[in-house]
């Protein structure tokens, strides 16, 4: 598949999208504007601030998907000039001098990967280093293409904290992390609930996180959105639950799995754990309902928390 979720493209030379579904939807890939060059500097963009740059400037990026009843923002493929690789990328910067600190502590992260056994070439790096509009204070995103090695490197991280070759978050960076996110848990729930999921750190007193870029395959029937519900569930199956979107097998009624497309809440429950889940139900044409966390990007009042 040329273009995967993770992936950055860039449009009219002053656009930098991040690709958010592997695969293309009406000839056009599916993504979101996260950096736009503005009095010929690279500046990172707010939702808000990327939608209204593009109703402004460029409304023909603005998209509508009828498959999946959402609006985000979709590049036809004749439109990019140029396709960013987190696969590539990394192993070009791995092999080049570094020119920043930012630089050094991301191949010193992936140096004390590799040496307890995991697979560069399994990893990319995504984020502002993909397009290379990084600075002295931006954090180190990592990108896993194989589940086992990504469930390895979590294992890892957890080590290297006890190791101290890494050290767990502190309150600023937490507080940091918290506020950059539309989360709907208070500030509390949200750290207990990331902390068990050993997907950041700090490096030489950098933040960096690590996700995973598999893609769920999901089916082809179309769904209609039902409006917004609350309920209570156990989670039987957690296997997706890094995935993109995120799975969540549960077992309650009609309703049997919880779809997770906001990076805030992938990971945040185990099987056999009961989660209090805030989102949008929606309905098959035969059926058979759902439930999305993420419905939209910001996703105002939806989300998924263990019941403690």
């Not at 995967?4 to 000839?27: H, P, R, T, W, Y």
């Not at 923002?73 to 696969?87: D, F, G, L, N």
């Not at 140096?111 to 204070?137: A, C, M, Q, R, W």
């Amino acid at each position: 598949m040329k273009y995967c979720v993770k992936d950055f493209i860039e449009a009219q030379g002053e656009l930098l999208f991040a690709v958010v579904e592997s695969g293309m939807e009406a000839e056009k890939v599916l993504c979101f504007l996260r950096y736009a060059k503005i009095n010929g500097l690279w500046q990172k963009l707010s939702t808000e601030q990327a939608d209204r740059y593009l109703a402004d400037y460029f409304p023909h990026y603005l998209y509508y998907s009828s498959a999946k009843d959402v609006s985000l923002h979709a590049v036809s493929e004749t439109a990019i000039i140029k396709h960013y690789q987190p696969r590539q990328r990394l192993q070009m910067l791995m092999q080049q001098p570094s020119n920043q600190a930012v630089e050094e502590d991301f191949k010193n992260l992936l140096k004390h990967f590799i040496e307890y056994g995991l697979e560069s070439t399994l990893i990319g790096v995504t984020g502002s280093l993909l397009p290379g509009v990084h600075n002295d204070d931006s954090d180190i995103d990592l990108v896993f293409y194989n589940r086992q090695q990504f469930h390895f490197a979590r294992d890892l991280v957890k080590q290297l904290i006890d190791e101290q070759h890494l050290a767990a978050l502190d309150d600023a960076s937490w507080e940091s992390s918290y506020s950059r996110r539309s989360c709907h848990i208070d500030l509390a729930d949200y750290v207990w609930h990331e902390q068990r999921k050993f997907n950041k750190a700090l490096i030489n007193g950098r933040k960096f996180d690590i996700s995973l870029a598999i893609d769920t395959r999901l089916s082809d029937i179309n769904y209609q959105k039902k409006g917004l519900v609350t309920i209570q569930a156990k989670v039987i199956d957690d296997t997706q639950a890094f995935d993109s979107p995120a799975v969540f097998g549960v077992e309650t009624g009609p309703i049997d799995i919880i779809l997770c497309f906001t990076a805030t809440y992938v990971g945040q429950a185990c099987k056999g754990e009961w989660i209090e889940v805030s989102g949008m139900l929606e309905e098959s044409s035969c059926g058979h309902q759902r439930i999305v966390v993420g419905s939209s990007r910001e996703a105002p009042g939806e989300f998924i928390r263990v019941i403690r």
